[in-house]
Every structure is written in C-alpha cells, then in structure tokens.
C-alpha cells in the first residue's frame, strides 16, 4: 500500500506532494469524532480510530470540497461522540489563532454533522441515538452560547 493516497476525492491527486491528510471516512462515508477515544489511529474510519478534534475533522471536510468530494447525494457524514467540543480554527485562514474569540468551525456543502453518540455504551448508530438520553454533543461558542447536537 502506498504511503501517500493518490486518490483525494475520489480523483487523482497529481499536486507536487498529493494527498498528506491522515484523515480518511469509511466506506459509507462516515467520519468519527470522539475526545474520549483511546488508542487507534486517529484517521477518522471508525469508532476505534476517531478523530479526537471536531474542529480537524471539519477543516479536513473543507478542504476535500475543493475536490468536489462530496455531493448531495452523497454526503459526508460527521458522528460526534458525547462531550464539549470548541473551536479552534481561524475560518479566515483556517490556522489556529491565539485568540479563542475569533475561531469559529467553518461547515462545508454537503456534510452533515450528528451528534449524540455514545460508543463506549454501544450507541454507535444514529438508530441507537436516544434524545431523552445524557449522551449529548455539545458545540462550545466563543460567547459562553453553545449548540447541543441531540437525536431527532
């Protein structure tokens, strides 16, 4: 298997240092993202191997739609494990800044982010998810306002 995937959005990444992200979805298009996770890989395809920032799992979306990765019939689809998430990237220029004021997560067309998982007790599906449940994702703003991402 090659070091550097040559494939970046289901085409062929001919750049002068081709696809470098170690962030890769699953088969159905699925990326993981779980703060809590131990060990794996950290590339996004599963539970084990979750990515631990939603704000990197984001970025990375992001940056893939310059390669129309992602459409509307076929969307990328984020699954939050439970926890407090907060922002860390600039939107302007997508580096992390000093000042936790100005970052904000940027979304992209065609990906869709749910929250309320709970891998550690098998809520690992979104027929799983239970909206009466404490398994809630929670999207920390910069002004003490925050997004809670429940099933429904």
């Known amino acids: 298997m090659y070091k550097n995937a040559r494939l970046a959005g289901g085409k062929i990444d001919l ?5 470098q992200s170690p962030i890769q979805q ?5 990326l993981y993202v ?3 996770v131990t060990g794996g890989t950290g590339i996004g395809n599963s539970w084990a191997n979750a990515i631990k920032d939603l704000g990197d799992a984001l970025k990375w979306a992001y940056q893939q739609n310059a390669f ?7 969307p990328l689809k984020i699954y939050v494990a439970k926890g407090t998430y907060s922002p860390k990237f600039n939107p ?3 580096e992390a800044g000093s000042d936790a004021r100005a970052r904000a997560y940027l979304l992209a067309k ?3 982010v749910y929250g309320s998982f709970d891998p550690k ?6 027929e799983k998810r239970n909206i009466l449940g404490d398994a809630k994702t929670i999207i920390e703003g910069n002004t ?3 997004l809670i991402i429940a099933a429904g």
């Open 15 to 19: 750049g002068a240092f081709e696809n």
């Open 26 to 30: 699953d088969a159905a298009n699925i």
């Open 34 to 36: 779980d703060q809590n």
């Open 68 to 74: 129309n990765a992602f459409s509307e019939n076929n």
């Open 92 to 94: 302007q220029d997508l």
């Open 110 to 112: 065609n990906v869709h």
């Open 121 to 126: 007790n098998g809520v690992t599906t979104i």
């Open 144 to 146: 003490n306002y925050h």
